[in-house]
Each structure stands twice: as C-alpha cells, then as structure tokens.
C-alpha cells in the first residue's frame, strides 16, 4: 500500500528534484536568489525581478566576483561591440557592493532607457547556461545576476532558506515537462464553423499552464488525420490584431477540418513561439524602432524560436494520433515533429494573404524562418 500511494504522490508531485525546479522559477519570479548546484555552484537571481534584498543577500553569500549574465546578443548590444554568438552566456564584471537594481534591469531590457554604465567583459561562469535557463523558464528575460557562492552557504544565517536546484535539472526539464503531460478535462465546445467539436485539456506535472487540443470529428479514427500545431496568440487569436497571421490561420485550420469532416488542432502554450506574452510585447516594441521579429527576439536574449515540440508529440500520442498529414508552412515544424517520432505523411499548406500591416512579418517568415509561402 505504501508504494502504492508514493506512486500516486510522485504522479500528483513530481520527484523532489522536480519539485525543486518547480520552487526556483516561482522564487526566479519573485526575484528571490536561489543557489545552483554545479561543480563550480553559483547564487543567481533573474536581473529582472531582484531587488535590494536580494542583491544583499547575493552580497553577503558571495565567495567571488560577481557578474551579469546576458545572452551573446543583448551582451553586445550592451558591451557596444560583437561577441561570439555560439556561447551560452556573455559575463559581465559587476561592482560591489550590489546595490543598484534600476540599472540591471535596464541591462537586461532593451525596451527600457538605455543610460547605462561601462560594462567589462571577464570569463563566464561553467554553469552560465542552466542560470539563463531559469530566466526563460520563468518566463522573464535571460539575464541573471550571478556569484560564486560560499562553501557552507546553507550554515549561514542568511542561506538557511535558500533553495538549491541542480543545473542538470533545470536544462533537462522542459523534455521532462513534455514527458509528463496527462489528459485532464475534455467537453464538447460546439464552434461556429465546427458545431461538433470537442477540447481536450492537458496539464503537466508542474500544474501550470494548460495546452489544448481542439478535435473536430473523430480524427483518430482516421489513418492520417489533418493536424495543425498552432501556439497561442492573444493578439492575433483573441485581439485579432493585424500584426501576425495567427487568428486566420487558427480559424482556418477549424474550418478546413470541419470541411474535411475531422482534424485536430492543438493550441499550444506557447505565446511568441516560446518566450511569453510580456516578452513578445517588448518584441514588438523593438519591432516598432525597426527589428524584424528574429531580431527583437534575439535582442531581447532569447532564440528566434524557444518552442518545444516535444509537448505537441506527446499530446498526438495521447490522442492516438502518431500518423498525420500536418497543416503548416513551416518545414522546421515538420522536421521537428518527425524527430519526436510523428509520421508526418504529407504537409499541407496554410497559406493566408498579406493584410497590409502584417507584410514585413510574413515576408521575414518566408526570408528568415524559410516558411513556403507564395
């Protein structure tokens, strides 16, 4: 019996490893600093969310210099010069005593005013890579403040709380948090072009953000069933904001399936493809002073794509949906999926006009993303 209900417990929970990811990016969020468990282990805390005690803290438990890590691009919009772009994190000398927030999160955030101070460039941290992977896991920009941490932090009055989280961890858990997707709900939701559609609900272990599938008539029923992986959009998909092709796609893809008599679409939360809705609005406002979408995004610190397709695998897989002809453009969503172990039997385009103020957007897809459109 006991096992029985430890099994349960883990399933419910998570392992206490997994629980220890779950707590760093709810401490990230709230700018409390967390210590990273590596060979060379660090205390970090996101350069977004810190503030003056958490600076303090970072302070008095620092056993070494202190740095900023950026990622290679915003390093070099900062550093005024070009970096090596192939590096995980750029490190930035910070003075001490740690005092000044404001100026760290306007080195981190390019949208902000940009009076910043001479930054020195010194050798990055081994861990530098796990430390940006808590940021973009919290959903906050990639730049973290960072320090060697004192051997027997943890006895210290001001470590007895701190969490410690294993950088190994953090770098595998978005396959970890793809892997552990389970069915939670499913009701039907008659739609205006599919009267007989239904919502599946899946959640993972984290018990966070919920992805959706939206299945139109019995598409596993079919041996290759029309399947549309759609990322959330609430401008475009909600707003019906004229910036993207989201909304037409997505209403789209319901009624092309509805047409076809089945299909599914799964509605993946994935805001800005991976980096969350406050970002992609700081992308856009990087767009509005000229930067394409690739750029902002990488200028905000992130990759041009941060999604995880491993979710939309496993929840075809759950859906007895591995054979499927995919409703897309893009022919890295294709390969991505194939690599997951999806038979993709045929994709099928998905193509919808310019708006007028969407150009520039679906003409950097076609240029940069190498989408197949026109």
């Known amino acids: 019996m006991t096992s029985v209900l430890n099994t349960a417990a883990e399933a419910t929970l998570g ?28 205390i970090i805390a996101p350069a977004e969310t810190v503030g003056a005690e958490g600076l303090r ?43 000044d927030a404001q100026t760290l999160k306007r080195a981190a955030d390019p949208t902000m005013e940009q009076i910043l101070p001479e930054f020195t460039r010194i050798s990055t941290p081994e861990a530098a890579g796990a430390a940006l992977a808590l940021g973009k896991l919290a959903r906050l920009l990639p730049a973290m403040v960072a320090a060697p941490v004192k051997p027997g932090w943890a006895s210290l009055p001001a470590g007895a709380d701190l969490l410690s989280v294993p950088a190994q961890d953090l770098l595998a858990y ?18 205006d072009a599919a009267p007989d559609a239904r919502l599946i609900a899946f959640r993972a272990l984290d018990q966070g953000i919920e992805h959706m599938a ?53 509605y993946l939360a994935q805001e800005g493809r991976g980096i969350g809705l406050i970002n992609k609005l700081r992308a856009y406002t990087l767009q509005d002073r000229g ?12 990759q041009a794509d941060e999604r995880n397709f491993h979710i939309a695998a496993s929840m075809l897989e759950a859906l007895g949906m591995t054979r499927i002809r995919l409703l897309t453009n893009n022919p890295e969503k294709v390969a991505s999926l194939a690599a997951c172990g999806i038979e993709i039997v045929a994709r099928v385009p998905h193509e919808f006009a310019p708006n007028g103020v969407n150009d520039s957007y679906l003409a950097t897809k076609a240029a940069r993303f190498g989408h197949l459109l026109g």
């Not at 490893?17 to 590596?38: K, M, N």
């Not at 915003?74 to 005092?99: D, F, G, N």
């Not at 930067?291 to 992130?302: C, E, F, I, P, S």
């Open 15 to 42: 392992t206490p490893r997994t629980r220890a990811v779950h707590r760093a990016i709810a401490e990230a969020r709230r700018g409390v600093p967390v210590v990273l468990a590596a060979r060379r282990p660090l």
């Open 57 to 99: 803290l970072i302070d008095l438990l620092s056993g070494g210099q202190p740095v900023l890590l950026l990622a290679p691009a915003r390093a070099a919009a900062v550093l005024k010069h070009e970096v090596e772009q192939t590096s995980p994190a750029i490190a930035l000398k910070l003075a001490r005593p740690l005092i």
């Open 174 to 191: 978005p396959l970890e948090l793809a892997a552990s997707l389970t069915k939670v709900a499913e009701v039907a939701v008659p739609l």
């Open 214 to 266: 939206i299945l139109v008539g019995d598409p596993a029923a079919q041996d290759a069933p029309l399947v549309r992986v759609h990322s959330e959009c609430f401008t475009g998909d909600l707003l019906g904001s004229l910036r993207c092709d989201c909304g037409p796609q997505l209403q789209g893809a319901i009624a092309r399936m509805a047409a076809e008599g089945a299909g599914a679409v799964l």
């Open 291 to 302: 930067l394409d979408t690739v750029d902002a995004n990488r200028a905000l610190g992130w």
